[in-house]
């Protein structure tokens, strides 16, 4: 049972089953993966006030995100980077010397020999170290971070709202699945469209979690094997499959730009661009439409909700011709974010399928 509100030290579970001591309310707190930041955000105004070091994941992948935080809370600009985000990359060095006294790591560091070490070794020194995972099971894994990273630094009460929030919606998509399974339309999500030879494609691991959750037929799951988050379709096998519904990932600044600091038309030219270019033209999704994009970081954050509701319409407008992940995200701006996600984080090639 997590500790009674405001009273310390308190034992939280975190999303890697591992019980962790926090001893008084966390002041500095080490983020281990940039993306972190968001999670924080969720649930604390400022949360750059919070944080005494971070990756720079982040600044590296997604810097239009990163430019946006800091922006709005200028002393990020301040505080010293530790390293990368894979456990061979943090300096355990430069991470001790800011002193944190919480550690928020993420799920890929619970699930490498080197990211495991480095979370021992911050236990070893002291520092309370916590996994928040929003990349594996997220449907599962988001409510139940957010609930242990509001129990950590006292907001429980903004965590139960968020990840009630999340389970709310979640609910409501299994539910109509549930009652009309058929038809279930054949599905492809590619990794990074444009972006290397065709295709990287995801099985039920990661986002292709989200597909299998909306009933229909994950084409990666069904051709490659279940080990790990996907594996590669050759172009010639992706034509014989024959998708019905084609998604693809990117992020700003790739072949296929999407996310933060990136309009609706630049992203839906360069998605019709990649699939011109990527010789994806004469797929049954294509000739009808019915090709769309997702920021690729919704794997490591707890915006995942919006990807999934987002597929939903896409997949079974049968279903979900209601369903509008535009409001989903405007409530969380004026709910929870202490700075408002700003940008396009799903698109489509034809604007009325938006």
Not at 208 to 213: E, M, T
Not at 289 to 316: D, Q
Request: aromatic share 8%; net charge neutral; hydrophobic share 45%.
């Amino acid at each position: 049972m997590p500790a009674p509100a405001g009273s310390w030290p308190r034992q939280v579970v975190d999303a890697a089953g591992r019980t962790v001591t926090i001893p008084r309310p966390p002041t500095r707190i080490l983020l281990g993966s940039g993306f972190n930041l968001i999670p924080l955000s969720l649930l604390h105004p400022d949360p750059v006030s919070l944080v005494a070091a971070w990756a720079n994941d982040l600044k590296r992948v997604n810097p239009p995100m990163a430019e946006a935080y800091e922006r709005r809370f200028p002393r990020l600009g301040t505080i010293p980077l530790i390293g990368d985000n894979g456990g061979a990359g943090v300096s355990l060095e430069h991470a001790l010397s800011a002193s944190p006294d919480l550690a928020l790591m993420s799920g890929w560091h619970a699930w490498s020999e080197a990211g495991r070490l480095v979370i021992q070794r911050l236990q070893d020194a002291g520092v309370p170290t916590l996994v928040l995972n929003f990349s594996d099971d997220p449907l599962a894994n988001t409510p139940r971070s957010m609930r242990a990273l509001g129990q950590a630094i006292g907001r429980e009460e903004q965590g139960e709202a968020f990840s009630a929030f999340y389970e709310q919606r979640v609910a409501a998509i299994r539910a109509r699945v549930a009652e009309k399974p058929e038809p279930r339309p054949r599905v492809l999500l590619q990794a990074f469209g444009g972006s290397t030879d065709c295709c990287w494609v995801w099985n039920n691991g990661g986002l292709g979690s989200l597909v299998g959750a909306l009933g229909v037929r994950n084409i990666g799951a069904e051709v490659l094997p279940p080990a790990g988050l996907g594996g590669t379709m050759y172009l010639e096998s992706v034509l014989a499959q024959d998708p019905e519904v084609y998604v693809t990932t990117g992020l700003p600044r790739r072949e296929f730009t999407i996310g933060p600091g990136v309009t609706r038309e630049q992203a839906r030219a360069s998605l019709a661009q990649v699939v011109r270019g990527a010789g994806l033209s004469s797929l049954s999704a294509a000739r009808n439409g019915r090709v769309h994009g997702i920021w690729n970081h919704f794997n490591a954050v707890p915006l995942n909700i919006l990807a999934f509701e987002a597929m939903a319409r896409w997949t079974r407008p049968d279903l979900f011709p209601d369903l509008d992940p535009a409001a989903t995200l405007a409530a969380i701006n004026a709910r929870f974010a202490a700075m408002p996600f700003e940008g396009t984080f799903w698109v489509s090639v034809d604007p009325a399928k938006p």
